[in-house]
């Protein structure tokens, strides 16, 4: 499923949604959140940059960036393990 969502600067994009997903956003940071056997956070950044955590924890400078709305994260593709 395609599903649209408003950057901070207000331009519409288009993210990809995988079945069994669920998707949100967070301070306007669109966030995917899906079933997987791993517990792993992809960031991926508005540089084309990408960091793949492992895990369930952003760092401190990630949450920041996003709690005040600096514009770095584009997205979070969170993957966490269902028991």
Known sequence: MV??????????????VEENSMFFTY????VIYT???LNQI???????????????????AISE???SRKGRV???IVKNRFE
């Open 27 to 30: 301070c306007q940071i669109p």
């Open 74 to 76: 584009k997205y979070l």
């Open 42 to 60: 992809h960031v991926i950044y508005n540089d084309a940059e990408e960091e793949l955590i492992e895990g369930n924890i952003l760092s401190s």
């Open 3 to 16: 599903t649209q969502a408003y950057t901070l600067e207000g331009e519409k994009n288009s993210i990809e």
């Open 35 to 37: 079933p997987n056997k």
């Open 65 to 67: 960036s996003i709690f």
